[in-house]
């Protein structure tokens, strides 16, 4: 039995006549005759009682018209969702978000795929510092990241979403928490809780805030996570400067200030150079539309540096 007598033999039985199914699937009757012929004689049964006048389905022509349609409708159902595959509007994308990244902008990530690619599922990691977020790219552990630069190596497409102030996080009772104003020599002898790993991007922008006003942070306590660092601070075991981002965790006990003097740093989404897929590249295309990632004029996925 071939795909072509299931087609044939579904024209005739929805036209009941072998010349309207003839012309419908542009084929001579004859040769229309002949296969269905041919698809009775394999099955053994007699799938159409022929008169001169009309055609009609036998019992074991009505059920196997009611399995050739749901076999057909099946088969385009699958033929369509490889053609979404191959053109990354279904599937599974793993990304990683670095520290409150998740919170300030999963919620939009998220509706611009849900609106944009209803096919694509995502597959989240929040609360990932960013060499932990390089590893899983690396390893294939995951598809995109949003990361804080730099990166080193030019195996990854790092692409900037924004750009962060630095923010001070104080506990709500700190002699600083109701200060007008604050610069970073304002920090100069407070004791700071930073992130444990020594590649954190935050840390080295911290770090090279206060160098530039003429001092080294004392780090007295580390952090493996954002949540663990807030709550080191709301017990009043030392300050900490963050990304701007981190306002949207609401803790009690910790307050956030501006502060000037302190440098920016950026928040990026980034993927494998050299295994950017169809739905990678229509995952950064709808976030292009979406406003979320400012597009790049005439560049490539691959072409980017």
């Known amino acids: 039995m071939e795909l072509r007598h299931l087609h044939h033999f579904v024209a005739v039985a929805e036209t009941r006549h072998f010349g309207?199914?003839?012309?419908?699937?542009?084929?001579?009757?004859?040769?229309?005759?002949?296969?269905?012929?041919?698809?009775?004689?394999?099955?053994g049964v007699t799938l159409l009682a022929r008169t001169t006048r009309q055609v009609s389905l036998t019992p074991a022509g009505e059920?196997?018209?009611?399995?050739?349609?749901?076999?057909?409708?099946?088969?385009?159902?699958?033929?369509?969702?490889?053609?979404?595959?191959?053109?990354?509007?279904?599937?599974?994308v793993r990304i990683g978000f670095t520290g409150t990244a998740a919170y300030d902008k999963l919620p939009s990530i998220s509706r611009a795929v849900k609106q944009r690619?209803?096919?694509?599922?995502?597959?989240?990691?929040?609360?990932?510092?960013?060499?932990?977020?390089?590893?899983?790219?690396?390893?294939?552990?995951?598809?995109?990241?949003?990361?804080?630069?730099?990166?080193?190596?030019?195996?990854?497409?790092?692409?900037?979403?924004?750009?962060?102030?630095?923010?001070?996080?104080?506990?709500?009772?700190?002699?600083?928490?109701?200060?007008?104003?604050?610069?970073?020599?304002?920090?100069?002898?407070?004791?700071?809780?930073?992130?444990?790993?020594?590649?954190?991007?935050?840390?080295?922008?911290?770090?090279?805030?206060?160098?530039?006003?003429?001092?080294?942070?004392?780090r007295e306590h580390e952090a493996p996570d954002t949540s663990v660092?807030?709550?080191?601070?709301?017990?009043?075991?030392?300050?900490?400067?963050?990304p701007e981002s981190v306002r949207a965790l609401k803790l009690d006990g910790v307050v956030f200030r501006d502060i000037s003097g302190a440098t920016t740093i950026d928040l990026a989404l980034a993927w494998r150079r050299d295994h950017s897929s169809a739905l990678v590249e229509s995952l950064v295309q709808a976030l292009e539309d979406a406003d979320i990632l400012p597009p790049l004029e005439k560049t490539t996925l691959k072409d980017i540096s």
């Open 20 to 43: 309207q199914a003839a012309k419908r699937l542009y084929l001579a009757q004859p040769a229309l005759s002949q296969s269905v012929r041919q698809l009775e004689t394999e099955l």
């Open 63 to 92: 059920f196997f018209y009611r399995e050739a349609t749901r076999i057909l409708e099946t088969l385009d159902e699958t033929v369509r969702g490889v053609r979404r595959i191959t053109d990354g509007r279904l599937g599974l």
């Open 117 to 218: 690619l209803p096919g694509i599922a995502l597959e989240v990691h929040g609360d990932l510092l960013t060499p932990a977020q390089v590893d899983g790219l690396r390893s294939e552990h995951l598809d995109l990241a949003v990361l804080r630069p730099p990166v080193a190596g030019d195996d990854l497409v790092v692409r900037t979403i924004s750009t962060e102030s630095l923010v001070l996080a104080l506990p709500s009772d700190h002699r600083l928490a109701d200060q007008p104003a604050l610069e970073i020599l304002d920090i100069t002898y407070e004791d700071f809780v930073m992130y444990s790993d020594s590649h954190s991007a935050v840390n080295d922008a911290v770090v090279s805030s206060c160098r530039a006003a003429g001092f080294t942070p004392r």
């Open 229 to 242: 660092l807030l709550a080191l601070v709301s017990a009043g075991l030392g300050i900490a400067l963050v």
